[in-house]
């Protein structure tokens, strides 16, 4: 892991926080942001794939997610990161508990968990134009 890195939870690490994670990668390169991106789950199980729709929402983006493979949030994973992205409100409150002086943003996204793949393009949609909402400010963390 490299010392500058931005993280993105939601709450199994198979949706959106996956997603959240390639479309930041993504963008990131695009803009010469040169700032690691990792993603984990408050509920995650270690070791999932990422949801079959997300991968294909993903694929619709040019990305690849299908090597994803899902983590429980850790205390030290928080600790290291310069900046946290919540998928929730909820997320920033459980992050908050156990990392007070973490650096978190509620993303406010929906959970697509279920749902089928037009709902899945729409939270990747939404994701990437917060994510761009948010580029200067994750570039101030590079500088």
Known sequence: MSSKYVLFICTGNTCRSP??????????????????????????????????????????ESIDLQSHISQYISKKLLDNAELIFGMTYKHVLQIKNVCPKANVIDLNVSDPFGGDLAIYRQTAAEIKQKILSYLEEIRSFVA
């Open 19 to 60: 997603m959240a994670a390639a479309l930041a990668k993504s963008i990131f390169e695009e803009n010469n942001i040169p700032m690691e991106v990792y993603s984990a789950g408050v509920g995650a199980l270690d070791g999932q794939p990422a949801s079959q729709h997300a991968i294909t929402a993903m694929f619709e």
